[in-house]
């Protein structure tokens, strides 16, 4: 089992930055793969990065695309989402989700068999 526990959120102004983390518990094999995931109010839930094990590979969605920074401290077990020149468009709650490497999408919310709680990110226009 994986447990997933987000935090970092809150509310800023646009062009600001925030950190959040992940905190990552149980078996490594079944998170070797953590993505981050955003809903907005009145939208469907929606990619937004994904780190591999060993954190060399990443992949951004394109409207996140040289602001956000995905990354891994395997050794404190905690990923990494760095938000930097925030929008209004970003606000949503975001999550961290877990799954074991293997075949399929990394993109697709689906794949993933383990969520966290979600956090909030309100970006004030």
């Known amino acids: 089992q994986v447990r997933l526990v987000e935090s970092g959120g809150g509310l800023v102004q646009t062009g600001d930055s925030l950190r959040l983390s992940c905190a990552v518990s149980?078996?490594?094999?079944?998170?070797?793969?953590i993505g981050w995931f955003r809903r907005a109010p009145g939208k469907e839930r929606e990619f937004v990065a994904v780190?591999?094990?060993?954190?060399?590979?990443?992949k951004y969605a394109d409207s996140v695309k040289g602001r956000f920074t995905i990354s891994r401290n395997n050794a404190e077990s905690t990923v990494f989402l760095q938000m930097n020149s925030l929008k209004p468009e970003d606000t949503a709650i975001y999550y961290c989700?877990?799954?074991?490497?293997?075949?399929?999408?990394?993109?697709?919310?689906?794949?993933?068999?383990?969520w966290g709680q979600g956090t909030q990110v309100t970006v004030s226009s």
């Open positions: 149980g078996h490594p094999s079944l998170a070797s793969i």
């Open positions: 989700a877990a799954r074991p490497r293997g075949s399929g999408d990394y993109t697709v919310a689906r794949q993933y068999s383990s």
């Open positions: 780190v591999t094990g060993s954190g060399t590979n990443t």
